[in-house]
C-alpha cells in the first residue's frame, strides 16, 4: 500500500533557526513527489515537484531533496511569514491520484 | 492563482438535505479532483475525473456522486447530508503536461447541522 509519513507533527523554530521537514514514502514506484505550503483558511499551494532520486530545487529559503525513500525540505534562515503547514504528497507510478501526508505544522517565532 | 473557482465558499445545511459544491476551472485542465481535509485524517480523495463524463471513485466516496458535463466543470453533490460530512472541501485541477502537478482551490466549508 503507498502510503506517506511526515515528521514532526509540529515545528517550532526561532526566526533565523534553520531545520529541516521529513517526507517518508512507501511506493511501488515513484512518478513525482509533492512539496505543499498550506495557510490556515486557505487551500493548499504548490511548493515544488521532485521526479527522481537525487534531484533538489529551491524556492527562497526552502529547498526540497529526493532521495529513494525520503523527501527533506530545509529550510534555511525563516520568517514568521514562513508559519504555515507544509504537506507532502506522492504520485505513484501508473496513477493520477496523489497520497498525502498528514503535514508539518510550522510555526517561526520572530 | 491556478483559475480554479469553488462555490459556495461557506455553507450550513441541515441533516438530510441535499447540497451540490461546484469547481469550476478557467485552465482547461483534463483531470480534477474532489478533496475532503478533516483533522487527524488530512487530505483524503473523495471522486474525481478524467474528462467529460469520466470519472471515478476515491478512497471515501461513499455519501457522494459527481458529475462532469463540461471541462470546465466539476460537480461534487451529497445526496443526502450527515454531519459525518461536515468539512473543508477541496477542489483540484491537473494536467499531464504540466508534469503531474495538482493545484488547489480556495476550498468550501460546509457544515451540517
Known amino acids: 500500500e503507498d502510503q506517506v509519513t511526515q515528521s514532526p507533527e509540529a515545528l517550532r523554530l526561532q526566526e533565523g533557526e534553520s531545520s529541516s521537514l521529513n517526507c517518508s514514502y512507501t511506493v511501488s514506484g515513484l512518478r513525482g513527489l509533492f512539496w505543499y505550503r498550506q495557510d490556515p483558511g486557505k487551500g493548499p499551494e504548490f511548493l515544488f515537484t521532485l521526479y527522481s532520486a537525487g534531484e533538489e530545487k529551491e524556492k527562497e529559503r526552502l529547498k526540497a531533496t529526493l532521495t529513494k525513500k525520503e523527501s527533506f525540505l530545509h529550510i534555511t534562515a525563516p520568517k514568521p511569514e514562513d508559519s504555515a503547514t507544509y504537506l507532502c504528497?506522492?504520485?505513484?507510478?501508473?496513477?493520477?491520484?496523489?497520497?498525502f501526508g498528514q503535514g508539518t505544522r510550522l510555526t517561526i517565532n520572530p | 492563482d491556478a483559475g480554479i473557482t469553488q462555490s459556495p465558499r461557506h455553507k450550513v445545511t441541515e441533516t438530510g438535505t441535499p447540497v451540490t459544491l461546484r469547481c469550476h476551472q478557467t485552465e482547461n485542465h483534463r483531470y480534477m479532483y474532489w478533496y475532503r481535509q478533516d483533522p487527524g485524517h488530512g487530505l483524503r480523495l473523495i471522486h474525481y475525473s478524467y474528462g467529460v463524463k469520466d470519472t471515478d471513485k476515491g478512497e471515501v466516496s461513499d455519501g457522494y456522486s459527481v458529475s462532469r458535463s463540461k471541462t470546465e466543470d466539476f460537480l461534487l453533490t451529497l445526496e443526502s447530508a450527515t454531519s459525518s460530512q461536515t468539512s473543508v472541501y477541496f477542489c483540484?485541477?491537473?494536467?499531464?503536461?504540466?508534469?503531474?502537478?495538482?493545484?488547489f482551490g480556495e476550498g468550501s466549508w460546509l457544515t451540517v447541522v
Open positions: 504528497a506522492v504520485l505513484p507510478m501508473g496513477a493520477q491520484k496523489l497520497v
Open positions: 483540484a485541477i491537473s494536467e499531464r503536461t504540466s508534469g503531474n502537478t495538482i493545484y
